[in-house]
């Protein structure tokens, strides 16, 4: 069957036909290609057409896919068995790894997911505090817990209301919404709820609504409100740990969170999560503090394996060589969007993220999107899939570089492109 029978039949089976909403190509008039498999910088769908792959499974995949030393740790763990239940060195490892190379983190619990681990982050934050509320920003994304599908209210800054159905009232009141970047937004914030409020949280590198990249000083104007509310910040770095350098952008910023998330490269393609903080933070999880959180497949030796091998392979150098190499296929895709009717948009880097999107403006925020993206990014979208480029199927979604992305791919790029 090829791409387009798959899904009908899966629309008949699955809700939208996906397990994850951002996989359903909505809006954009063509069904999702089933991918049948992946190597290096590429994946082939069911019907045998082959892309450059720039979504890399949405950030996991660093060394891109099918990585030899990855599949090889991942095969001789499996002959130990998958998964126990039980105290394991697989797990010991990685989080001696970790916690070897990233001077802030104490330790460090693992989770199966980054929503797990964010979701775990926010009742930490709470247990420690013994406070209710906690602020994100308008344009991060932090998993799909009740706690941050909030949206800002149409009321005064700060107020708040679910973005999906089946959230209580209660639920989004305790979740404050300001908008990125503006830091007198959340100093009224806490001026008007100072005892009240027990973190917040924010991707220090916000990467899920385009790349909104932030000022230090904002970052730093963060720290230094929680530390004089006695209000916890945590850095969820799902998609930046271990990609904007190994210790992510709070290495980068040297702005040191009291708790991070970590999750997508952590594992390796494997579903592995992580909160880590300072020990006196991180002790009031279970078993030994009250706040509780558990996993049966957490610390799974499988995904462990992969992580670690993974971890290892991102040295300094590999850094330098994935900025590069992005860096490369940005300036390949400006060349040719330039001269083939996408003048309108720039490409946004950082690292090796990057975002094309319709505006020469600057973007720190949310509001600041172009208002008929969705229509312009459709044309790309179709365009650069037509010629094997594939492109997270959406356009808030950043595109991810790897190390596989190397000079011959972006030779092949070059082709796909001009040809
Ligand atoms: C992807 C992501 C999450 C959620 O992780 P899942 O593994 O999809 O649950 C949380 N926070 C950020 C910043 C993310 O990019």
């Known amino acids: 069957m090829n791409s387009n029978e798959l899904f009908e039949k899966s629309l008949r089976l699955v809700p939208g036909g996906v397990h994850s909403p951002v996989r359903s190509f909505k809006g954009?008039?063509?069904t999702p290609r089933f991918i049948n498999h992946g190597k290096g910088a590429y994946i082939t769908d069911e019907d045998g057409k082959n892309y450059i792959d720039f979504c890399m499974s949405f950030g996991p995949l660093i060394l891109g896919h099918q990585d030899q030393d990855v599949k090889e740790a991942i095969i001789k763990a499996l002959d130990n068995g998958w998964t126990f239940g039980a105290c394991e060195k697989y797990s010991l490892e990685l989080a001696e790894f970790i916690i070897g190379k990233i001077s802030f983190i104490d330790q460090i619990r693992f989770t199966s997911s980054g929503t797990e681990a964010v979701m775990t982050a926010i009742r930490l934050a709470r247990g420690v505090t013994g406070r209710a509320k906690i602020i994100k920003f308008n344009g991060c994304y932090h998993g799909h817990m009740d706690a941050m599908l909030i949206k800002a209210g149409s009321g005064l800054a700060g107020t708040s209301e679910a973005s999906s159905k089946g959230i209580t009232e209660q639920q989004a009141n305790d979740t404050l919404v300001c908008e990125l970047a503006d830091l007198n937004e959340v100093k009224n914030v806490f001026?008007?709820?100072?005892?009240?409020?027990?973190?917040?949280?924010?991707?220090?590198?916000p990467a899920?609504?385009?790349?909104?990249?932030?000022?230090?000083a904002f970052l730093q104007g963060l720290r230094d409100l929680c530390t004089k509310y006695g209000a916890l910040l945590v850095f969820d770095e799902v998609i930046s740990g271990f990609r904007m350098g190994f210790d992510g952008m709070a290495g980068i910023t040297k702005i040191i969170p009291d708790i991070v998330t970590y999750g997508k490269i952590i594992g390796g393609g494997m579903p592995v999560g992580a909160i880590a903080g300072k020990k006196d933070v991180m002790q009031f999880l279970a078993p030994l503090g009250p706040v509780y959180q558990a996993g049966t497949l957490s610390g799974n030796p499988v995904a462990m394996v992969a992580g670690l091998t993974s971890l290892k392979k991102l040295t300094p150098d590999a850094y330098v060589k994935l900025e590069h190499n992005t860096k490369a296929v940005v300036n390949t895709m400006a060349e040719w969007m330039k001269a083939k009717g996408f003048e309108d948009y720039q490409t946004i880097q950082y690292g090796s993220l990057f975002y094309p999107i319709s505006t020469h403006d600057k973007l720190n925020?949310?509001?600041?999107?172009?208002?008929?993206?969705?229509?312009r990014f459709f044309s790309l979208f179709k365009t650069m899939l037509d010629?094997?480029?594939?492109?997270?199927?959406?356009?808030?979604?950043?595109?991810?570089g790897s190390l596989s992305h190397d000079a011959k791919v972006i030779e092949d790029l070059k082709n796909r492109l001009w040809n």
Do not use: S
């Not at 480029?389 to 959406?394: D, E, G, K, M, R």
């Open 28 to 30: 954009l008039h063509c």
């Open 191 to 205: 001026e008007r709820y100072p005892n009240d409020i027990a973190a917040i949280f924010i991707e220090p590198l």
């Open 387 to 400: 010629k094997g480029i594939y492109l997270a199927p959406n356009a808030y979604e950043v595109a991810f």
């Open 208 to 216: 899920n609504n385009g790349l909104l990249i932030q000022d230090q």
């Open 365 to 375: 925020n949310i509001t600041q999107l172009p208002k008929n993206m969705n229509e």
